[in-house]
């Protein structure tokens, strides 16, 4: 069975990368594990290019971490100011012998309150517990779920970007671009 590693242990990461395999390659098991592995990067990433290298860093620190497997994965959520607004996504980098991906998640606009938190240098996990009154929201619903009434749960939020940064494993006849 083909190992792939996360390079986190949250539980809604693990789960998107279990989720976006099954859904891709039903018909190969993986073994999906997490380990907690450094971003190298802020803590709340705040531009698109922090958030990119927060994901690759990660996806090559599990690799170094975990040579024998088949398929690491960096997951980097972060912000970015645009027109005076906190927009909300992360990035996805998938590495896997002779084949990699990549996928950012869809962006969303973060309420006022929760972006006056994150601007005097809150991280935006803390910063949603404090205003939707949560403990640990980052590995449960996140700003998604919370503001989506978990319409839109973070796992499926970052399994659909997941997913497409495994598109390479499933066109092994295609040509991708290394990151």
């Given amino acids: 069975m083909p190992l792939a ?15 976006a395999l099954t859904r891709l390659l039903p018909q190969q098991t993986w073994r999906v594990q997490g380990h907690d592995l450094p971003s190298g990067v802020a803590d709340q ?18 690799r170094e971490a975990v040579p ?7 997951i980097e959520g972060g912000i970015e100011e645009i027109d005076g607004r906190l927009r909300c996504f992360a990035w996805v980098q998938m590495l896997a012998p002779e084949r990699n991906g990549r996928s950012r998640t869809a962006t ?5 309150e929760v972006a006056q938190l994150v601007r005097a240098g809150h991280e935006l ?7 939707f009154g949560r403990h640990n929201s980052k590995q449960g619903s996140g700003s998604v779920g ?8 973070r796992r499926d939020y970052y ?7 495994l598109i390479p494993l499933r066109n092994r006849d295609l040509h991708f671009c290394d990151p």
């Fill in 146 to 153: 919370l503001l989506t009434g978990d319409a839109l749960t």
């Fill in 108 to 112: 969303h606009d973060l309420p006022e």
């Fill in 5 to 19: 590693i996360v390079a986190s242990t949250n539980p809604v990461k693990i789960e998107a990368l279990r989720l």
């Fill in 125 to 131: 996990g803390h910063a949603n517990d404090r205003v």
């Fill in 68 to 74: 024998q497997a088949q398929l690491w994965l960096g």
């Fill in 159 to 165: 399994a659909q970007a997941v997913l497409l940064a």
């Fill in 45 to 62: 990433p705040m531009s698109d290019a922090e958030t990119l290298q927060g994901a690759l860093n990660r996806a090559r620190r599990a």
